[in-house]
């Protein structure tokens, strides 16, 4: 599997906009860009995925670089509760449908 | 409410002792997975499923059983735990959003604290 690298952790002020990157410099054609994140105590749920262009839904943005080596995560106005581990994943959609999960970005808001 | 169910969410047990961790979703999703979380080597799977009567061992499937007799229920065996199986376990499903497509968004529940001592 691809592998991408994020920061370790990262700090927001609560009501302003996060940008969480993530580098995959050995994507493939194939690969999904796959967002999740781990709120405390809880499984992971999905965020947002992309292939080549930029996408929005309620959570949040993916911005997807030209050459699709790297992206960004958009949190347009960050709340207490967006205060997660967010992972960024690379998946082929076929097969076995498995998630590799790294070790992510603790994100944390201050109020 | 679509959701995955876990239970139980918190056990302690002993060596050897065989157990089993029950996984349910009312979403009627085809596909359904293990893994366990542990601390510097995030989640890795165990077993999956595309669907009844079909699993396949994932990443760290050893010490571990699995069945897929209904569509809704994919339960973890334990048949003789040991301490390295203490861990987190996260059950997931998912289904393609139209026939023939790929898996998009999976559900994960709300995982199980295993303690084997």
Redesign the interface.
Same mark, same amino acid.
């Given at each position: 599997d691809a592998k991408t690298t994020q920061p370790n952790s990262m700090e927001s002020n609560e009501e302003e906009p996060v940008h969480l990157p993530c580098n995959h410099s050995t994507i493939s054609g194939t690969d999904?860009i796959h967002w999740y994140r781990q709120l405390p105590?809880?499984?992971? &749920?999905?965020v947002i995925?992309g292939l080549t262009s930029n996408v929005n839904n309620r959570m949040a943005s993916l911005a997807i670089a030209e050459d699709r080596k790297s992206s960004t995560l958009i949190l347009h106005r960050a709340t207490l509760r967006d205060a997660a581990v967010y992972y960024c994943i690379l998946k082929r959609?076929?097969g076995? &449908?498995?998630?590799t999960?790294?070790?992510?970005t603790r994100l944390t808001i201050i109020p | 409410e679509a959701q995955v169910t876990q239970n139980p969410r918190y056990l302690i047990t002993v060596t050897g002792k065989k157990l089993t961790v029950t996984c349910s979703q009312n979403m009627n999703h085809e596909y359904m997975s293990w893994y366990r979380q542990d601390p510097g080597l995030g989640l890795r799977q165990i077993y999956y499923s595309m669907n009844v009567e079909v699993t396949d061992k994932g990443d760290v499937p050893e010490g571990y059983k699995v069945s897929r007799k209904e569509k809704r229920n994919f339960p973890l065996i334990l048949e003789s735990p040991s301490p390295n199986q203490t861990s987190l376990y996260f059950c997931a499903s998912s289904s393609p959003q139209e026939a023939g497509g790929p898996l998009i968004r999976q559900f994960f529940g709300p995982g199980t604290r295993l303690t084997v001592l």
């Open positions: 999904y105590s809880q499984g992971p &749920e999905y995925h959609n076929f076995n &449908e498995k998630l999960f790294g070790t992510g | -």
